[in-house]
């Protein structure tokens, strides 16, 4: 699944456009094709397909993994689940034939410029808003671990108020956004912390340096413009500097241990047994 530098890739890419596409900032759209209907999730497909024409794109901005371009009227809200993507093309060949949509294509959105905006789903599961307030999707998840008004005091607090494992609480959008297994994993190795561990024996000390991690793993993975590790994304390179993720059986990079894997909450989690100690934790 894409998670946050993945994410944040794909809207700055977006934004920004490049010497063969526009930036989607200023485009407005002129008709919607939805070729998978479960990739709207609200409004009513017939909705909106009559409510976004006519409307532009104001901006473009991310939130956990979600995208958020607000429109002219309303907001566009996408979440890429396991395999979405969104992508710039143009509407036309070079012989000037209407470009057809290819297997994994669930919905076309049409510019006015004769532009658009492709959202390629292989597996299905990305949904798609148009809302008059973003709150109404985004409003229960959790603060962004970027956000520099988010403190380390405040970290503490969060993990001092549960007594649940590491890895699925960080996972926890409600409780921090934007954080999937790839940089969980990569985020405890670099701060020490066993995944099991329970996070009100989490320390003022401990909580500071695990912030500072999951924003220094977070900026390398923007930096590198993400991981690709499956067909899902294939934007980065962040995949060539892990540390322990997909690494069960090599060596850790700090001290030669072998990485081992484990399952937590049902999902694979990688870790040095002898960086990543939990013997003395309850």
């Not at 407005?28 to 990739?39: D, G, L, P």
């Not at 907001?75 to 509407?91: A, K, P």
């Not at 290819?102 to 809302?131: E, M, S, Y």
Request: glycine share 6%; charged share 25%; proline share 7%.
């Amino acid at each position: 699944m894409p998670e946050l530098p993945e994410v944040e890739t794909i809207i700055q890419n977006l934004r920004r456009g490049n010497t063969e596409t526009p930036s989607v900032i200023g485009q407005t759209f002129a008709s919607v094709q939805v070729f998978w209907s479960k990739s709207i999730f609200e409004p009513k497909i017939t909705q909106f397909e009559r409510q976004l024409p006519g409307q532009m794109i104001m901006d473009t901005r991310r939130r956990g993994k979600f995208l958020h371009f607000p429109l002219s009227s309303d907001h566009l809200i996408v979440h890429l689940r396991m395999s979405g993507d969104l992508s710039m093309t143009n509407n036309t060949n070079p012989n000037g034939e209407v470009k057809q949509p290819d297997p994994h294509d669930r919905v076309f959105f049409h510019f006015q410029n004769g532009w658009r905006l492709a959202f390629k789903d292989t597996r299905k599961f990305g949904r798609i808003w148009l809302v008059p307030d973003p709150e109404l999707v985004l409003g229960n998840l959790g603060p962004e671990p970027l956000d520099h008004n988010f403190t380390a005091e405040d970290l503490f607090m969060r993990l001092s108020s549960h007594k649940r494992q590491l890895k699925p609480l960080l996972m926890d959008q409600s409780f921090l956004a934007g954080l999937g297994n790839i940089y969980t994993d990569e985020t405890l190795h670099l701060a020490k912390l066993h995944p099991l561990r329970r996070s009100n024996t989490i320390s003022p000390e401990e909580a500071k340096i695990l912030l500072s991690e999951i924003r220094s793993v977070l900026k390398e993975g923007i930096r590198r413009s993400g991981a690709s590790i499956d067909w899902a994304y294939r934007g980065g390179d962040f995949q060539n500097y892990f540390r322990v993720y997909q690494r069960t059986g090599e060596a850790c990079p700090e001290c030669g241990t072998t990485i081992e894997r484990i399952k937590v909450g049902q999902r694979s989690t990688h870790f040095c047994p002898q960086c990543q100690v939990l013997s003395k934790y309850p």
